[in-house]
């Protein structure tokens, strides 16, 4: 008899694992994810060795916005960029002015000695199922001014939420 409650015990625990197990998988997989931030192309925002709670969800279920600080994964390393003109849009850059559809946009995420270093471009116009995005430290941000171009809506695995280390910058990103 107590041979037959351990083997229904180990059963049990053997199953609770089990489950468990899948649930990370499914969490890890389709909702959320974590990540490093390397570099200081998003700074003030985010901070180099940052690590952030991304949420892959959110795609799922909608398209990116702008202004969302996004995740980029490409065959040689992830970014982590913000979304600043979406698909079919027209971009222009004049130093601090940011024209989309020759109308100004406001940058409130940007400190002004980022605004002035955000260079200058003629209008480009952003293919359908494509993303113009850009750090938020536009002298050192390899981005799509620079280098990675027009991002695909594939390429982006979500949403940064949260910086979660170091615990001094606990928060949401902003």
């Keep these: 008899m107590a041979e037959t409650k351990k083997k ?5 625990w053997s199953k609770a694992i089990i489950i468990a197990i899948l649930i990370a998988f499914i969490l890890r ?3 959320f994810a974590t990540s490093i931030v390397e570099g200081g192309s998003m700074e003030p925002t985010l ?3 940052e690590r952030v709670i991304v949420n892959k969800a959110t795609y799922l279920l909608g ?12 065959p040689s390393k992830n970014y982590v960029k913000r979304v600043i003109g979406l698909p079919g ?4 850059i004049n ?3 940011l024209l989309i559809d020759g109308e100004l946009y406001e940058q409130t995420f ?6 002035r270093r955000s ?4 209008p480009i116009q952003i293919p359908d199922d494509r993303y113009y995005v850009m750090g938020d430290n536009r002298a050192i941000s390899k981005d799509s001014r620079n280098g990675l171009g027009f991002i695909d809506e594939d390429e982006i695995v979500g949403k940064s939420e949260f910086v979660f280390y170091p615990f001094d910058s606990w928060g949401r990103t902003r």
């Excluded at 398209?63 to 994964?73: A, F, K, L, M, Y």
């Excluded at 849009?89 to 222009?92: A, D, G, K, L, P």
């Excluded at 940007?110 to 605004?115: A, D, G, K, Q, V």
Aim: charge should be negative; proline fraction near 2%; glycine fraction near 10%.
């Design 8 to 12: 229904n015990e180990w059963l049990e």
């Design 29 to 31: 997989t389709f909702i």
């Design 47 to 49: 901070e180099s060795g």
């Design 63 to 74: 398209e990116p916005e702008r202004g969302d600080v996004v995740i980029i994964q490409t």
């Design 89 to 92: 849009e027209t971009i222009e």
């Design 95 to 97: 130093g601090s002015t």
């Design 110 to 115: 940007l400190n002004e000695e980022n605004l």
């Design 119 to 122: 260079g200058n471009s003629n």
